[in-house]
């Protein structure tokens, strides 16, 4: 607790691996890049959903601040792991997740705005993408 104390006390505001906090030492800042809420601080962490229903099939924390397309993979295979799985069908991520190189694995779908010109039932599976942010 006093080395966690003093590393408080002397880390400068240009200093890497800041203590943001003492009681959770392992919180991180990530930068959102958004106007009204420029940062967070936590640990990032990427949650795969069933597609018909709201359960969550995997669950995988990540160290550091990594990119949202770099974490696909990784959750991918926990999913196939946990599922008993060779190779998944469908799947339906945000725009954070361009460059991820997942193909191999699955059939990634880039859920984007303004995607009218899809058929409806490729839509419907479009929007059920955001059912995963109130879990």
Known sequence: MLDMSN???SQKRESKNKLYSIHAPEVQCISKGKAHKKYEFG?????VSAAKNAFIVG???FEGNPYDG???????????RLLDKKRLGDVY???????HSC????DVYIV????RKLPASIRKWYSRRSMIEPV
């Open 103 to 106: 193909t191999d694995i699955a």
């Open 7 to 9: 590393r408080l006390l």
């Open 70 to 80: 770099h974490t696909l993979r990784d959750s991918l295979a926990q999913t196939m």
């Open 93 to 99: 991520v945000d725009e954070g997740c361009n460059g």
């Open 112 to 115: 984007r705005r303004g995607c």
């Open 59 to 61: 669950a995988l924390a």
């Open 43 to 47: 640990c990032k962490v990427g949650l």
